[in-house]
């Protein structure tokens, strides 16, 4: 089954190009079948590439998927027109009243400030705690899993004297996860940080389990059972060549930036990178909606009630 997103987004003509099965909010309205209701709420500046992004691991699952956009009710993005958010954004606060299978919370460029010091912390802790009463499962991405991690559990980030960038070897710590089904032993991530969360810091917090790890870049997936959610650092969801603009764009500003570790070929910038994480990218996200799927209830409004479907 496809995903259904409004056929003007500008990722429906992307994914459709792509072979991704896309569905148009007129024609699934036509069918007899809940969708999952999946919420994404976006908190990177280029919002259209995130949203590309996400749809596109989410939309390869056989499951029907509905995907609501949302954004912090008061920020106003600078890099993403107006005209784009109002046509295809809700504010969190018009939309708190609904309840979602699920819901996917990314990274945002703001990692050297305190969570204090977000100019919508306030917002984004209601978000998080609104999330164990009206979401079965969430998914914390870098910085969005950073931010929960430490609201719910006290786990805090820790600033780096240098940028974790480029692919990084990681490792399968729990092969038996539903979340890791078809996973690798050792397999490429993306990583593009300057914060980490310490294996130390949570090690001894009893619901939560780490599922993949870097020796050289600490914890990457942590589940955290009592919340219903899991935790990612790194960045499975980049394109190829996501790391290449970052890049270019840091090279433009005139910083002092290493070549993104073990991406260009030969280490070499000039020529393309290769994707070697989108295999596992689709296998994370599509057992994560399978989990979902598996565990939610057929009626919206019971899915915290216990009665599994």
């Known amino acids: 089954m496809p995903i259904r997103i409004p056929s003007n ?4 003509d992307i994914l459709e190009n792509e072979g991704v099965n896309v569905m148009a909010e007129d024609v699934a309205n036509r069918q007899e079948i809940r969708p999952l209701q999946i919420g994404l709420l976006n908190l990177m500046p280029k919002k259209i590439q995130t949203e590309t992004q996400f749809a596109r691991l ?32 809700h504010a969190f606060q018009d939309i708190k009243h609904r309840k979602f299978d699920g819901l996917i919370i990314t990274g945002a460029p703001i990692e050297h400030l305190p969570f204090e010091e977000v100019s919508y912390w306030d917002e984004m802790q209601e978000v998080m705690d609104w999330t164990q009463t009206n979401v079965l499962s969430t998914f914390g991405v870098c910085w969005g899993g950073m931010a929960m991690i430490y609201h719910m559990n006290g786990v805090p980030k820790h600033m780096m004297p240098e940028k974790h ?5 990681h490792k399968n710590l729990a092969p038996a996860s539903h979340y890791l089904r078809g996973f690798s032993d050792d397999f490429t991530v993306p990583v593009s940080r300057w914060t980490e969360v310490r294996e ?8 939560l ?12 997936l942590i589940e955290d059972k009592k919340h219903r959610a899991l935790y990612i ?3 499975l969801e980049y394109d190829s060549d996501t790391l290449q603009q970052e890049y270019e764009r840091d090279i433009a500003k005139g910083m002092d930036i290493d070549v993104p570790r073990d991406y260009f070929p030969n280490d070499d910038p000039t020529q ?6 989108r295999s596992h990218a689709h296998l994370l996200y599509g057992n994560w909606i399978n989990e979902i799927y598996q565990t939610t209830n057929i009626d919206l409004d019971k899915i915290l009630e216990g009665d599994s479907k």
């Not at 960038?165 to 070897?169: L, T, V």
């Open 209 to 220: 389990d780490i599922l993949m790890h870097s020796d050289e870049v600490g914890p990457c």
């Open 272 to 277: 393309p990178p290769e994707n070697r994480w």
């Open 58 to 89: 989410i939309g390869a699952s056989p499951i029907q998927i509905e995907l609501t956009l949302i954004r912090m009710t008061e920020h106003v993005s600078k890099n993403t027109s107006a005209e784009h958010m109002e046509s295809f954004y």
């Open 233 to 235: 650092f790194n960045h």
């Open 200 to 207: 130390e810091d949570v090690r001894d917090i009893d619901n």
């Open 165 to 169: 960038f480029g692919c990084y070897r």
């Open 9 to 12: 987004l500008p990722a429906y």
